[in-house]
């Protein structure tokens, strides 16, 4: 069954640093999304993308974060200048229709430890 | 806005018991509801879903009721076996806030043999 793979598994980075966390979607997916689960706490949207803009984006993702479909597999998210309590664990998810009902598909996640 | 709620747990089961999950939602339309599962060092991966009304989702012995006069989507499962023992989240999404989907916290379930 196709998977949503996201590497690095884990990656650990000086505060105040840049960090890009990278994610392939499925492929025939069209609609792709990254949420956060800090330690201990609910799992929380991020930004959702689709046709190579942002199509939705909540509070959380302020002017430190972007992301990017630089080729035609990958979807980037990157932190600009890295914060402690940007530790979380980042999962990307695609989908292949967009729809309240149509289900997402998420990759293993990426620990991101802030030192 | 819209939110879910999931029971606390742990929940602690011996192989066979009946589990429950109880979810509840706040949601201002008429949301798609979820159950994700996270095994240990996985992803989370769909369990099962419903799209409106009465609609009853399952997959792997588990299943779920859309309630909508208790705005609920309790999961169950008659008889729980170790392999089950994972994190259970219950999500909905709202179409008309676009396909964000909003998480409950999590209930980790534990079943010993």
């Known amino acids: 069954e196709p998977e949503v793979t996201q590497t690095p598994s884990h990656q650990v980075t000086q505060m105040g640093q840049e960090v890009i966390l990278r994610c392939v979607p499925i492929?025939?997916?069209?609609?792709f999304y990254w949420y956060r689960q800090i330690l201990g706490q609910k799992v929380e949207f991020l930004v959702s993308?689709?046709?190579?803009?942002?199509?939705?984006k909540s509070e959380i993702f302020d002017d430190q974060f972007s992301v990017e479909r630089p080729d035609g597999s990958n979807f980037t998210l990157k932190i600009r200048s890295t914060k402690l309590e940007d530790s979380a664990m980042y999962f990307c998810a695609s989908s292949s229709m967009q729809g309240s009902n149509q289900p997402q598909h998420f990759g293993d996640g990426t620990r991101l430890s802030i030192l | 806005g819209d939110s879910v709620t999931q029971m606390e747990g742990p929940v602690t089961l011996s192989e066979e018991a009946f589990l429950t999950i109880n979810c509840t939602y706040t949601?201002?339309?008429?949301?798609?509801l979820f159950w994700y599962v996270q095994y240990p060092g996985e992803g989370l991966q769909l369990l099962l879903k419903a799209t409106k009304a009465d609609d009853k989702g399952s997959n792997k012995g588990f299943e779920a009721t859309y309630r909508k006069e208790t705005t609920s989507f309790h999961l169950e499962k008659g008889s729980v076996q170790v392999s089950d023992s994972a994190v259970y989240f219950c999500a909905l999404s709202e179409g008309r806030s676009g396909t964000a989907l909003i998480f409950g916290k999590g209930t980790t379930l534990s079943v010993s043999s």
């Open positions: 993308f689709y046709n190579n803009e942002i199509s939705e």
């Open positions: 949601a201002t339309g008429y949301p798609s």
């Open positions: 492929s025939n997916h069209l609609y």
